[in-house]
């Protein structure tokens, strides 16, 4: 518009100010391009060029969250405190482990910055810690990453400072020798540089990293697990989670969204082994920032996270249900623990997901109970119970893993297709026939509280004592008949077949 104007403005007085044009016009050019200047961003040729302007403290998140957005903000000098800590966790359900961390969560704290910032960075290594730590961020362009600069005992507080270069999603971890050692014991986490101006705003983000465990004992053998050195060596893991343990983003950890939200997730891999190959069953993601960079991939079902590396994903959630993410490495996920849900709320659109329609009887091969392959024997991996208490402790657990999804958690059953087996008739009359059931199946048209139940029940694949103490759990809750069942009434019924 000013340079309109101010053209009209020549145009009028040019006849008699002829020998003034030029000037006039060198004049308006001018102040056309100062106006330039003033309204849009500056863009710098390099990153380091970005000045800085004021202090600020990072805001430090646990996963799985994130800090606010940088938004519009200018660059800053970033002051990160960052604190190890060594501290016991559990695993899963009985299994401890000794996590190393930064800042006491799996994975560590997330760092958000922008392009452009002056990162002044302060570990601390608490006092009560026993080993010398440093961190060897990514994001950082200089030896180690900042490894050489941040080696710092118990006790101990070390200060460097770096200039975030280039935007992207990236890894740090300890790097202290024995460095595996380090990482597998979870000294790792997230760090974002975002670019000028901020990623596009979304409606939900959240923070998910994986990483393999190596435990003395077999996965779910129970106590204190110290790290098994021969195990990360030869890559077999025995746990591969999200968030440092099993069910960390499950049940009431869940992640969630609303029907119609865009989520977006900044995926990373702390290894120290495994590469991840990351998917959310039932989604499909719209875009995918490849590893972490500028690279975008768009309508990806599974993208793969390096050990060290990163991924940004986004979807828009369109139908409400619990949509599982996984590793699909599908007994990582199943077997291993690296399982986690989002649950999405809001209206079913039945254009895109009609849900179940029918349920036809389909049995090709006669009505003989399916089950899957076993071996007669089944490992006795268990230590078993030693009291009535432990029995209803193991025994929840093996309800909630094995026979939850049926019966569901109060017992309660499922209308037309799950018997109740809260205060069950059937289950309560007959003690033996309920271990059989447990021990073989069951098939054919049985009555439960005065409902017919005409459907199939595989044989369930659980050592006799599991079959003990999941029915004493389920014979002294929900109202039944407090019946301690032992793993010898098992065994008998076992070889009576
Ligand atoms: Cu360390």
Known sequence: MKTLINYYTIMKTQKS???VYPMILLLVFTVFLMGCMNNEKTVYDKAEDIPVSQEMIAELTSPPHVPTPVGARKAKKLIVKMEILEEEGEMTDGVKYVYWTFGGTVPGSFIRTRVGDEVEFHLQNHPDNKLPHNIDLHAVTGPGGGAESSFVAPGHEKVFSFKTLNPGLYVYHCATAPVGMHIANGMYGLILVEPEGGLPPVDKEYYIMQGDFYTKGANGERGLQPFDMQKAVDEKADYVVFNGKVGALTGDNAITAKVGETVRLFVGNGGPNLVSSFHVIGEIFDKVHVEGGDMINENVQTTLVPAGGAAIVEFRVDVPGTFILVDHSIFRAF????????????????????????????????????????????????????????????????????????????GQGVPNAFPPLAKSDYLNADVDRAIGVVLH?????????????????????????????????????????????????????????
């Not at 009609?354 to 899957?372: A, C, K, V």
């Not at 079959?467 to 014979?475: D, E």
């Open 17 to 19: 100010m002829n020998r």
């Open 335 to 410: 077997n291993k623990g690296a399982l986690g849900m989002l649950k999405v709320e809001g209206e079913e659109d039945t254009k895109i997901y009609s849900g179940e329609i029918r349920d036809d009887i389909y049995l090709p091969e006669g009505p003989g109970i399916q089950s899957m392959p076993t071996t007669d024997e089944i490992v006795e991996s268990e230590i078993p119970a030693k009291s009535f208490e432990e029995q209803m402790e193991y025994g929840k657990q093996t309800y909630m893993q094995t026979c939850f999804a049926c019966h569901q958690a109060e």
């Open 441 to 497: 199946g069951l098939t054919g048209e049985i009555t439960v509280n005065g409902e017919k139940y005409n459907s199939v029940m595989t044989r369930q694949t659980l050592s006799p004592d599991e079959v003990a103490n999941v029915l004493t759990y389920v014979y002294n809750s929900w109202g039944n008949s407090k019946k301690v069942v032992t793993k010898e009434m098992v065994m008998k019924v076992k070889n009576q077949k």
